[in-house]
């Protein structure tokens, strides 16, 4: 099944959230660089969402900010959309 990518910022907390779905407690936790973590399906392994913490704080720092993970972007499902 596809999954959208949604991005939003705690101001407060000042952590970025890179979700493909909603946490759940039966999630797993790993720490994957520098105040990064990610939350896998248990059964998979499959990185359903990423919180980057200190995130502006980061960008302060540097002009690009990298993720140690690979990504691949498909948009085809919104290409199909709009030819109907």
Do not use: W
Request: glycine share 4%.
């Amino acid at each position: 099944m596809d999954k959208n990518l949604t991005l939003k910022y705690d101001r407060q907390g000042d952590i970025l959230y890179i979700n493909t779905c909603q946490a759940y407690p039966e999630q797993e936790s790993e720490e994957i660089g520098d105040d990064i973590v990610t939350r896998l399906n248990p059964k998979t392994g499959e990185i359903e969402n990423i919180e980057v913490l200190f995130f502006s704080k980061r960008l302060l720092h540097t002009e690009i900010f990298d993720l140690p993970i690979t990504a691949r972007f498909d948009y085809s499902s919104l290409t199909a959309d709009r030819t109907t």
